[in-house]
C-alpha cells in the first residue's frame, strides 16, 4: 500500500484552463501539506492543513486553492493556470514535529 | 534572506570516495534540522532529524551531525547507489512548516 498517493502523476494543459490534483494518504496523520518544487529543484511549502483545518498558508496566489474533505485527503486546485505554474507538486503528511511523508509528485506543464 | 543554505551545489565523487555536504541555517529557535534524499522523477524520503546541538545521527554510510550554526551530512565509502540530491530543512518556532534548503545533488561514479 502506497502511504502518500497523488493523481495525476502528469498533468499538461493550458494556460487559463482550471485544474485538480488530488492528495492520499493511509497513514492516519493529522497534517497535510502541498510543497511546489520549481525548475530548479527548490521545494516550498505553499499550504498546510491539520485535521481538515487550514494551518500554514503561505504567500500563494489566490488562484491555488486546497480542499480537505476528510483527514486523509487534501487536495489542490487550480484557477485560471499559468506559465509561470508549471512545476512538481508533493503533497505530504506528518505527525506533529517529526518526518513527513512525501507522494511521487505531480508535474504540471502549462502551454 | 537565505535560512537555509546548502553547500556545494553540486558534487561528484568516485567510489570509495568519502565527503562531507553542509547545511547552514540562520532561524532562531530550531525546532528541528531534517535530512531528505531525493532521486530523479520521486519525492523526498526522510533520512534523519536532529533536534539539539552536538547530536549525531547514523545510517549506513551516512551521519548527520548538528552543531548552533550547521549540519553536516559525512558519507562515508560512498557508492553509486547513494547518488541523489541531499535536501536539508529546518523547523522553527512554533511552526511545523519545513523550509528547505535547495540541495546539493551527489554523483558517485563508478
Known amino acids: 500500500d502506497t502511504a502518500v498517493s497523488q493523481t495525476p502523476k502528469y498533468l499538461v494543459t493550458q494556460m487559463g484552463n482550471d485544474k485538480s490534483i488530488k492528495c492520499e494518504q493511509n497513514?492516519?496523520?493529522?497534517?497535510m501539506y502541498w510543497y511546489k518544487q520549481d525548475s530548479k529543484k527548490f521545494l516550498k511549502i505553499m499550504f498546510s492543513?491539520?485535521?481538515?483545518?487550514?494551518?500554514i498558508n503561505e504567500t500563494v496566489p489566490n488562484r491555488f486553492s486546497p480542499k480537505s474533505p476528510d483527514k486523509a485527503h487534501l487536495n489542490l486546485h487550480i484557477n485560471s493556470l499559468e506559465l509561470g505554474d508549471s512545476a512538481v507538486y508533493f503533497c505530504?503528511?506528518?505527525?506533529?514535529?517529526?518526518?513527513?511523508?512525501f507522494g511521487p509528485g505531480t508535474r504540471l506543464t502549462v502551454t | 534572506e537565505d535560512q537555509v543554505t546548502q553547500s556545494p551545489e553540486a558534487l561528484r565523487l568516485q567510489e570509495g570516495e568519502s565527503s562531507s555536504l553542509n547545511c547552514s541555517y540562520t532561524?532562531?529557535?530550531?525546532?528541528?534540522l531534517f535530512w531528505y534524499r531525493q532521486d530523479p522523477g520521486k519525492g523526498p524520503e526522510f533520512l534523519f532529524t536532529?533536534?539539539?546541538a552536538g547530536e549525531e545521527k547514523e545510517k549506513e554510510r551516512l551521519k548527520a551531525t548538528l552543531t548552533k550554526k550547521e549540519s553536516f551530512l559525512h558519507i562515508t565509502a560512498p557508492k553509486p547507489e547513494d547518488s541523489a540530491t541531499y535536501l536539508c530543512?529546518?523547523?522553527?518556532?512554533?511552526?511545523?512548516?519545513?523550509?528547505f534548503g535547495k540541495g546539493t545533488k551527489l554523483t558517485v561514479n563508478p
Open positions: 505530504a503528511t506528518g505527525q506533529g514535529l517529526s518526518k513527513q511523508y
Open positions: 497513514l492516519g496523520h493529522d497534517t
Open positions: 492543513y491539520n485535521n481538515k483545518e487550514l494551518i
Open positions: 532561524v532562531s529557535g530550531l525546532r528541528g
Open positions: 536532529l533536534y539539539s
Open positions: 530543512a529546518v523547523s522553527q518556532g512554533g511552526s511545523e512548516k519545513l523550509v
